[in-house]
């Protein structure tokens, strides 16, 4: 099946945000515009609609003849405090989601902590998970 432009533009991007060190790109609309083969206005639509908040990413931009955007992917979004009550399996999508971690990687996580904890206490589970949600968090932030 072909890909649309807007998905081979989110794809593009997205893989220079997974290979940057900081999880950051700066693009110029007119570039990415001339490799795609496309008009300026089309790079904007996939960057307001497919890089948002919401999906994990901080945009800001910048127009004019020297203009950029600047894409960050944003950590996760929850709140040190609240890390204690996340569930990790939600805590892993989110992460799967945002692609800082992989299926793979997601699924292994989720086996050993199901059979590490299969016949632990209720509480000693959720100070677990508690312990795993934080040490991925301050990991990922």
């Known amino acids: 099946m ?22 950051a790109i700066e693009i110029q609309r007119i570039e990415l515009a001339e490799t795609f083969d496309c008009v300026p206005s089309q790079v904007t639509y996939v960057i ?6 919401k999906e994990g990413y901080i945009t800001e931009s910048r127009r004019g003849g020297c203009g950029y955007v600047r894409i960050r992917q944003s ?12 569930d990790l399996f ?4 989110e992460l799967k989601q945002r692609q800082l971690l992989s299926n793979r990687e997601a699924e292994l996580i989720k086996y050993l902590v199901v059979n590490t904890c299969a016949s632990l206490p209720g509480e000693d589970k959720r100070k677990i998970n508690a312990a795993m949600v934080k040490a991925l968090y301050n990991y990922f932030v």
């Open 48 to 53: 307001s609609t497919r890089f948002t908040e």
């Open 2 to 23: 072909k890909k649309s432009l807007a998905d081979r533009i989110e794809q593009y991007l997205k893989v220079l945000i997974s290979r940057s060190d900081d999880k």
């Open 75 to 86: 950590p996760p979004s929850f709140g040190e405090d609240d890390l204690e009550y996340i």
């Open 90 to 93: 939600a805590f892993l999508a």
